[in-house]
């Protein structure tokens, strides 16, 4: 089976996981904060919190930004749950607004119509590694005091306006699961530029205690330490962080690789008549995190599990959030964002990540050709 995407593992990567288990520290140790660095410089970003996961990195952003009881915060149904289940944790309400049927991302002008009173924040999701349109996002938020959070899981590396993601909003999220643009095994990131956040987000991942001095409330002594909030044990370990610094070596390597392969899968697809292309932004660099082609709605359910059945591991990226039971049996079932809807009925994910062969690739490109020649004769 050809993976839809895939982590990429060298030598020197296995070395620095070895060499953490030889040291002091297994975690909270040297190789968290050169992590949090490594990533802060690339993006630009003043502050780095590194953490167990990318769910709990949206987890600890909407701590962060105050996100509680009686709010609402409007995110895209295209993504996955994590993006909106961060919302619920805190007690407040994940709204959906419709995407943009060209990019596939969350549209201003729905996020227009969803603002009401109780709106907080907006949870901007870069589906597929592509930036969101966030001069106009950041324009409503000015405009109605809205927080905005991107959720960067796709979207490490990629630029908007010749800047990296990571730094326009007021806290950015990136996760580094095995698929994602650089991996940790599991592990995430927040930045951000804003101090007040900084802290808050170091709190939540331990429990809510520190130890800094600057924070406790009185100090009792050199063992002295308060919890101040609650928090969680979302710590992630030394031996991720290494495997992190390592990683980041290679992410130009691997946003190169993913821009060759979808470029060739653009030339392979772009005049088919039954293959609809990602499109792209001008003001957007794509991270590539995912290649997804739409095809006729009649025919995604055979093009899918004809190319399953060659051995290639198509995907669906995404079922729309609301549809699922949870959500539908929690106040979701009246929702309706029909752009997001008609999307899932024509997307498959295809293979890309930077393993990828162009040998597999041509491969996978002939297949989706072959798939689709069942129209001609239905
Ligand atoms: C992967 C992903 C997450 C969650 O990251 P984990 O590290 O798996 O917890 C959140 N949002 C999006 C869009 C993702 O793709």
Redesign the pocket.
Known sequence: MIPYGKQWIEEDDIQAVIDVLRSDYLTTGPKIQEFERTVADYVGAKYAVAIA??????HAACFAAGIGEGDEVITTPL??A??ANCVLYCGAKPVFADVDRRTYNIDPGDIRRKITKRTKAIIA?H?AGQPCDLDAIHEIARKHHLLVIE?G??ALGAEYHGKKIGTMSDMT?F???PV?PITTA???MIMTDDEGYYQKLCLFRTHGITRNKGLLTRDEGPWFYQQLDLGFNYRITDLQCALGCTQMKKLEYFLGKRRRLAKRYDEAFRDHPWIEIPYQLPETVSGWHLYIIQVPECSRRKVFEALQAKGIGVNVHYIPVYYHPYYQEHGYNEVCCPNAESLYEHFISIPLHPGLTEEQQDYIIDSVRESLEILKTS
Do not use: I, Q, R, W
């Open positions: 996961n990318g769910t709990a990195a949206l993504t996955f994590a993006s999701v589906l959720d899981a796709h999220t996760s580094f699961h994602k599991e592990g995430g």
